[in-house]
């Protein structure tokens, strides 16, 4: 797909905003495409939202149903209360699960990233049948991919004193963001500052921070999943695309080659940018996608 073919289907392809209530949480959502097409659901990380695939979904609209909803407390998801709502991967899988069962998904696509990723592994995970293929951008699933830049958190992880958190209270703020979408990048000029201005905005709401805290914390639980993750994998054999940026100082490329143990025939693939790879490599890594969908997906 050349970049005036996604140029031509996103004028053929509109995209739709929308909104479904799963249990407390008002789920917001991007949809493209022709809903009887396969579907590809995309799910983000931090700090990011469905936004982060703008130019990705109406390219793959052409021939899938596209559906990239924002996860709770991201984007323009709401945001329950610490009280009213569980700050967990598990409680976040949950949700999107149960998202994709109101929307009467039964098989979907998945392309993941970052924390976008330990949601989407938890699904496929527990139902295996639905998944048909996987793309992940910079979407962890082995240890030797925990960067050096994971040591702070990882002191949270084992000790979750007030202290250790405090020692994390520059994360979720909108000068780290920033520093996330540019680190990595030998042209920082070719990054727009939508992604991580938006963002920024989302994380200075009151309440917001704190929450990603919680998410960073129980971010172990992840790690601890990998072995079973692994295991999918191998007795799956899902079609797999990694698309990595290779300069992430978050998810090393050993993460990415890991793969390669589990699924032989995965396709992994490096680009010289850093953890938001589309943002820098879009015109690249947006064919990749298509042609990878247009191959496993029938």
Not at 238 to 253: C, I, M, T
Request: charged residues 20%; proline residues 7%; aromatic residues 14%.
């Amino acid at each position: 797909m050349t970049v005036s073919h996604s140029i031509a289907a996103a004028a053929v392809n509109p995209v739709h905003y929308r909104y479904e209530q799963v249990d407390n949480v008002k789920i917001f959502y991007r949809e493209a495409g022709n809903p009887k097409a396969p579907t590809i659901m995309l799910l983000h990380g931090f700090a990011a939202s469905s936004f982060m695939f703008r130019d990705l979904i109406p390219a793959l609209a052409d021939r899938y149903h596209v559906i990239a909803p924002d996860l709770p407390a991201f984007g323009f998801t709401e945001a329950p209360a610490r009280d009213e709502y569980a700050y967990t991967f598990n409680q976040l899988a949950k949700t999107i699960g149960l998202f994709t069962e109101q929307l009467k998904l039964t098989t979907y696509a998945l392309m993941v990233h970052d924390y976008g990723a330990p949601v989407g592994w938890r699904l496929a995970f527990a139902h295996p049948q639905r998944v048909t293929a996987i793309i992940s951008q910079n979407g962890n699933a082995y240890e030797e991919g925990l960067g050096e830049s994971w040591a702070p958190i990882r002191k949270y992880w084992h000790e979750p004193t007030q202290q250790n958190r405090h020692a994390l209270h520059d994360f979720p703020t909108p000068a780290s963001i920033k520093w996330q979408y540019l680190e990595g990048v030998a042209d920082k000029s070719s990054v727009s500052p939508d992604g991580y201005t938006l963002e920024g905005v989302q994380i200075s709401r009151p309440g917001n921070a704190d929450i990603q805290l919680d998410l960073l914390l129980d971010y172990a639980s992840n790690v601890a999943m990998y072995p079973d993750f692994q295991k999918y994998f191998r007795e799956v054999q899902p079609p797999l695309l990694a698309v990595w940026g290779k300069n992430d100082p978050f998810f090393l490329p050993a993460g990415a080659e890991a793969w390669k143990r589990d699924l032989p025939n995965a396709d992994v693939r490096f680009y010289d940018t850093g953890h938001f790879a589309l943002e820098t490599h879009g015109k690249e890594i947006i064919p990749a996608i298509h042609a990878f969908l247009d191959k496993n997906i029938q």
